[in-house]
């Protein structure tokens, strides 16, 4: 497509509910990243693949949050048992490698 | 490992100038620049990989220098459309290797008045 699409735009779940954030990136980007983005903050890096390797989890704060690109395209940020905390705006980009990142639009989770 | 930028905001009037700091405590790969509107998603400005480099698009320019571990971003003759947050993110490395993802600094908020 034209742009990194993300689906859900929003998303209200209950605690402890397991949530699924898709990222579809641009066609042909070797690298996908995905961040999450505080009011008022800087993106938070989270993880990243090249292709459909995970290269970098060091930014997912516990094993509640998983992602996958097992074709190397599409990818899944998973959050298991949501808390409140995990409210935020989440962020995928991608990028050939050694350009720009383009990032989506966001999903805006919010979690009661 | 967040790079810290300043000033946190600047206020311009149209027509003025602005430089944006960027700075790091670990040797730097690259450094990318990037502005985020209200609401929106950040959006990509330039990237450096190169100590010393320096790149230019319209009327907004970026140095990178390596030993200082630092970049400035510059505005030159601010319009109402340059509003908004400025973000630096560092990657990390050394002797040419890249250390993969980006960090990004806390942001400035640049405001253009007419």
């Known amino acids: 497509g034209a742009g990194v699409s993300q689906s859900p735009r929003y998303k209200v779940t209950k605690r402890g509910q397991d949530v699924a954030l898709r990222c579809d990136p641009i066609?042909?980007?070797?690298?996908l990243y995905w961040y999450r983005q505080a009011l008022g903050q800087g993106p938070e890096f989270l993880t990243y693949?090249?292709?459909?390797?995970?290269?970098?989890k060091s930014g997912l704060p516990n094993d509640r949050f998983s992602a996958e690109r097992p074709e190397g395209s599409i990818s899944t940020l998973t959050i298991q048992r949501t808390e409140q905390r995990d409210s935020a705006m989440y962020r995928c980009?991608?990028?050939?490698?050694?350009?720009?990142?383009?990032f989506g639009s966001g999903t805006r989770l919010t979690v009661v | 490992q967040q790079p810290v930028q300043s000033p946190q905001a600047v206020i311009l009037r149209e027509g003025e100038d602005a430089v944006i700091n960027c700075s790091s405590s670990?040797?730097?790969?690259?450094v990318h620049w990037y502005r985020q509107k209200h609401g929106e998603a950040p959006v990509f400005l330039m990237i450096?990989?190169?100590?010393?480099e320096q790149k230019g698009h319209d009327k907004i320019s970026a140095s990178f220098n390596e030993k200082k571990q630092q970049s400035s971003l510059y505005l030159t003759a601010s319009q109402l459309s340059y509003s908004g947050t400025y973000f630096c993110?560092?990657?990390?490395?050394?002797?040419?290797?890249?250390?993969?993802?980006?960090?990004f600094g806390q942001g400035t908020i640049l405001t253009v008045h007419p």
């Open positions: 980009a991608s990028s050939p490698q050694q350009v720009g990142y383009t």
């Open positions: 066609s042909g980007h070797v690298s």
């Open positions: 693949f090249n292709y459909e390797a995970q290269q970098d």
């Open positions: 670990k040797a730097l790969y690259s």
């Open positions: 450096l990989l190169k100590g010393g």
């Open positions: 993110g560092t990657e990390i490395g050394a002797g040419g290797t890249s250390y993969g993802k980006l960090t």
